[in-house]
């Protein structure tokens, strides 16, 4: 089936740091999206692309939408202890199933 | 706006016995998912509502479960009977057709079966 590889699996960083995750696929998309889930809830919408190129902010957090439409970054500036969690990518191929493909998900931890 | 509101938070169960979940949508969104995450396979969909209308259910495992959506403020997934390979925090998410991909989700259920 359809698979997305997001990197890296964990990060340990030092409050302050920047950070920056991606997923590819070998598949084009036409919409990515980034979510956030916190230990105990359900994931939350950060950012959605819906197009090839597209550069998209959301307070510290900067996600694109590869030209090649097959792959998508994430990335949060200057990290604060409440961007601990679990980021997951998903993307959907743009048929009519309607289906999203999910990420494993890159857990962040920073470090005391 | 509440939210999306899934109950119970926690459940557990001993095989065999019926389990349902609840769901209550944002008022004014269409579209109704019911997810199911694990260690294992992360996040799978079960099944999709659309306006009350089951339209992909591919996801769902197997006839052990099944769900419904009577009217645009209410979900249940059901399972009859549980097994212990069914626990999994089981997510309801909603949106609105204009933004179909941009889910609420709820806080989940965390199913436990014995």
């Known amino acids: 089936g359809q698979q997305l590889n997001q990197s890296p699996q964990s990060m340990f960083i030092q409050e302050g740091e920047d950070v920056s995750m991606n997923c590819t696929s070998s598949s084009i998309f036409n919409t990515w999206l980034w979510y956030k889930q916190d230990p105990g809830e359900g994931p939350v919408l950060l950012i959605a692309?819906?197009?090839a190129g597209e550069l998209t902010s959301n307070g510290r957090l900067t996600a694109q939408f590869g030209i090649t439409r097959k792959d998508s970054f994430l990335n949060i500036s200057a990290s604060i202890p409440s961007d601990v969690g679990i980021y997951f990518c998903?993307?959907?191929?743009?048929?009519?199933?309607?289906?999203?493909?999910w990420g494993a998900g890159t857990k962040l931890i920073i470090k005391p | 706006d509440a939210g999306v509101i899934q109950s119970p938070r926690h459940e557990v169960t001993e095989m065999g016995q019926e389990v349902t979940l609840r769901c209550k949508p944002i008022s004014g969104h269409n579209s109704l998912f019911w997810y199911r995450q694990t260690m294992m396979r992360g996040l799978e969909l079960l099944i999709y509502?659309?306006?009350?209308?089951?339209?992909?259910d591919s996801g769902m495992p197997e006839d052990r479960f099944s769900a419904k959506m009577p009217n645009a403020s209410f979900s249940t997934l059901k399972i009859q009977p549980s097994e212990p390979r069914d626990s999994a925090v089981y997510f309801c998410?909603?949106?609105?057709?204009?933004?179909?991909?941009?889910?609420?989700f709820g806080s989940g259920t965390r199913l436990t079966v014995v």
């Open positions: 998410a909603s949106s609105r057709n204009e933004n179909i991909y941009g889910y609420t």
């Open positions: 509502f659309n306006n009350n209308v089951p339209i992909d």
């Open positions: 692309l819906y197009k």
């Open positions: 998903a993307g959907h191929l743009g048929d009519s199933n309607y289906q999203l493909i």
